[in-house]
């Protein structure tokens, strides 16, 4: 073989240049690298071990002429094995790059991944000796070239976005128009059936259920099941392999490529859930698969008094430590790399608040966000948070900086406990159907800030969260102790599903509802796949195991599915033909001339409601008005947009409400436009300001006031 050059120390990972690869790697305390170079994944024994020739700046690297795409590597890492004073530098464990573009093959359970001798009674105290290569996957240098055409990002504004989160996997893998041997793949999702599904549905963005290669835990694997969400990272530049239909030695990167290439012909964005805050390693008692083995006190943030234990701030073992530059310049190396090479629109961040984190806790100007607010590429990207952790301190709903958004957990909480019929004021209601002013205008931020969700990946479905009180998580094999205890669920009487005709239509009814308030709030709606297709779980409220039917979506539509899924469609079209719904900024309180304010809140008896009121209203029912003809949003040519004045009227009791309609007697007739207990909305009742609507219960209905001068 071709002697190893210096090479260079940037850019880190392993960079084809067309004659030869660059490799380098980052580790502060390392005493000595090693490359191991692999003829293929069926030899774990036969490989070349070239140690790296130079070290600039603790980056160590070297270049080897004639080395190709699709060469296999992995490192081995010399230095102190000192838990106690947190190094696990333990060479005879192959590891991971960070840095490396595609993985080639999983990692396979066995005690030799451990860096310690699992055998002794001071865990974690004494070095093991095994080789961990034959049980490791191999890193893949890959070929960046890819014909892109004239690809370009979409660029939905935030205010004009219907995000859909779904799996890779779960979205296609049952459906019967992808090709066989392309569903649950890249390329199963960038199919012409189900491109043409998320149009006629009207999504504009698409957040992927975390798709850097991750490991399955050990005690899945025990259990033979698999991490199926995904929230295991393992290495942070590498699209997993097992979505691949066309191969994992490097054919995994086009293929995505390809499918973020299809979808933006389509009009959608495509954007990541990430997991910057931990990675697959653990706790002390975990694996070596890459960080712990290159320089674990530099990549995890360490208990400070005894640096043998992790800070976890994500109930996964361990954090990684973001207030370090370098691991600050692998996420955001990460980051721009999907963006520039991968053309992604954007990301959520899975337990963000770890990456605002400090010695003194959440910081809003942490480094992690002023960074990425100067980088001219980054801060032009979709950037949304799950603004919280599980350590203390750690619930952000509101407090992200400017340029953010958040899912927002008040917004999925209260609206449950509205709906589901839990005790709830009526003006935190009012305030999250009109953006959640309270949490983002004094900031300075939008609606758009706010990312409005009833359900996610994590908890029910919505069939179940009308189906079901009690999780049924028992196929997880942990006794069902596992998954959320708190859901504001609700059965209507029976335990899953029920031959009570009665019950059902409650159920169907109470599913539209949670739709169309989603649908119709301000903000930037959230869709969970397969909540507009009935799509059930049976009960399993932590589905993040189940690789199989439970969490793969059922296409196979039944009346019921067929119904809401035409409901849902009216309901986006509506959405998309009243400007007013999805408004770029929040409401004032300018008047017209016919004194009434861009929103007001009404009683069903005829008064108007005040948000200022100090004492909490547990009242079931409220009416929204807002005022189109004062729609303060222009065309991109300047002109002023327009609409109609729409009434939502909401009412969460079981019984009827009549409902007086505001407005002055002279003022157009209400036209029906909407009406939850009913399937379809085809005789449209007209009724004048002043009469009573006949609100029926757990029933939400939208009226238009057609205004003359209203456009489109």
Partial sequence: MTPIWPGKPYPLGATWDGQGVNFALYSQHATGVELCLFETTAAPHEYVRIALPEQTDHVWHGYLPGAQPGQLYGYRVHGPYAPRLGQHFNAHKLLIDPYARALSGPVRWHNALFGYQTDQIARGMIADMHDSAPYMPRCVVIDPTFDWG?????????????IYELHVKGFT?????????????????????IIAYLQSLGVTAVELLPIHQHADEHFLDKRELTNYWGYNTLAFFAPAGRYSSSGTCGQQVPEFKAMVKALHAAGIEVLLDVVYNHTTEG???????????????????LVADDPSYYMDYTGTGNSLNVRHPRVLQLIIDSLRYWVQEMHVDGFRFDLAVTLGRNTHGFDQHAAFFAILQQDPLLSQVKLIAEPWDIAEGGYHVGNFPAGWSEWNGKYRDTLRRFWNGFA???HEVAYRLSGSPDLYAAAGRRPWASINFVTAHDGFPLRDLVSYEQKHNEANGEQNRDGDDYSHSH??????????????????????????????????????????????????NNAYCQDNEISWVNWQLDETAQALLAFVRRLV?????????????????NAAADDMPELSWWYADGRSLTLAEDEPDQTGSIGMLLNGSLLH??????QRVTDDKLLLLLNASSEPVSFVL??????????????????????RLLLRPGEAYPLQGRSLVLLRQWQQEAGR
């Fill in 150 to 162: 004239d690809d370009r990002p979409p660029a939905t504004p935030l205010h004009q976005s219907l």
């Fill in 283 to 301: 706790n002390h008692l975990g694996p070596t698969l890459s960080l712990r083995g290159i320089d674990n006190s530099v990549y995890y943030w």
């Fill in 491 to 540: 059965n209507y009487g029976v335990e899953g599903p029920t031959d009570d005709p009665e019950i059902n239509a409650i159920r169907q009814r109470q599913q539209r509802n949670f739709l169309a308030t989603l649908l119709l709030s301000q903000g930037t709606p959230m869709l969970l796949a397969g909540d507009e297709l009935n799509r059930t779980q049976h009960g399993n």
């Fill in 662 to 683: 505001p407005g002055a007697t002279n003022d157009p007739t209400w036209e029906t436009l909407l009406d939850t207990a009913v399937l379809d909305t085809h005789d």
């Fill in 573 to 589: 079209l509506i959405r998309r033909q009243h400007p007013t719904l999805r408004r770029p900024r929040f409401f004032g309180t």
């Fill in 173 to 193: 893998r049952l459906h019967p128009d992808v090709p066989e041997a392309l569903r649950g793949t890249y390329a199963g999702l960038a199919s012409p059936a």
């Fill in 633 to 638: 949003d222009y065309t991109t040519t300047g």
């Fill in 424 to 426: 709830c004021d009526i």
